[in-house]
């Protein structure tokens, strides 16, 4: 498994910040988010990330 930490950015006023462990191996994987920027900085939640048609990815937040 691969560990990554990120920020999604061009959400509007702010980013969004994640981590978690990924399989390359896998088509699906969730990130724990885990704050951000602006309006975003005390934000926690989850990121599933599953495909989509044409090589894309779909991505799902589930914010609190």
């Known amino acids: 498994a691969l560990t990554s930490t990120g920020r ?5 006023n702010g980013t ?3 981590s978690g ?3 390359l191996d896998d088509p699906s ?3 724990a988010v885990t704050g951000g920027s ?3 900085s005390n934000l926690r939640g989850d990121l599933e990330v599953a495909p989509a048609a044409h090589h894309a990815e779909r991505l ?3 914010l609190g």
């Open 8 to 12: 999604l950015v061009g959400v509007p």
């Open 16 to 18: 969004l910040a994640g």
């Open 21 to 23: 462990a990924f399989n």
């Open 29 to 31: 994987f969730t990130f």
């Open 38 to 40: 602006g309006k975003y």
């Open 60 to 62: 799902s937040f589930t």
